[in-house]
């Protein structure tokens, strides 16, 4: 029988029982129509633990489970990884997210560049993050994470490249003139990763990638689009230094 893994945005603890969110009550109710006393998984997605839980009651507005023993979930990477992604049009940027979720990624930032063709206002970033995350958390519940990746604001470029710490992890830029492979990095524990968007970084982008000390890597002598992109390359790392 399948595991229904479901993610719920608040503490967990045994002993105790919490209302679904409404989403995932309406599914667990209408799409599965499970029935009371049926086993679930639930995991809040901040301290990597997931807990056997059961049905106490499935209502029209509200589902409850009773929350049973809990364990550690010890399936992240060793290699903790940000994706600086520049913002895909619609269901390109959701592909990202999901994908990169899967492949174990830590953070992920979504970065407005020279040539993005998506515009946020305040409005509409905000609802877009919201979005992202929640695409994350089913992803999460899909892969069997307990722990989903944090999603930053949609931000300049500029602005997160003037944020970034000095003597932080290894900054590297996807490029197509880069001479560095992933092989050739070394042992690493851990780096941030920037994908252009559609056309790829422009020019004023690239220097300011340098100017961050930023190293240009290159994964092959084609050019991969945006969703291809980062995804290839989590996954080159993850092959070499994480735990695929």
Known sequence: MRTIRIHVDA???????????????????????????????????HDGMEYDA?????????????IGAG??????????????????RGEKMDLIVQKATELGIAHIVPILTERSE???????GEKRLAHWRAVAASACEQSGRARVPSIAPAVPLAAWLASLEQGGPLRLALLPEGTTRPSELGAIDAAILAIGPEGGFGERDRAALAAAGFTGLRLGPRILRTETAGLAAIAALQALYGDI
């Open 118 to 124: 998506v515009k946020l206002d305040a409005a509409r």
């Open 71 to 88: 364990r550690a979930v010890t399936n992240e990477s060793p290699l903790s990884l940000t994706l600086a992604q520049g913002v895909a």
């Open 11 to 45: 503490p967990l603890a045994s002993g105790s029982e919490v209302t679904l969110p409404p989403q995932a009550g309406e599914h667990v109710a209408r799409v599965l129509r499970l029935e009371t006393g049926a086993p679930v998984v639930l995991f809040s997605g």
């Open 54 to 66: 059961t049905l106490a009651s499935v209502g029209k507005r509200d589902v409850v489970a009773a």
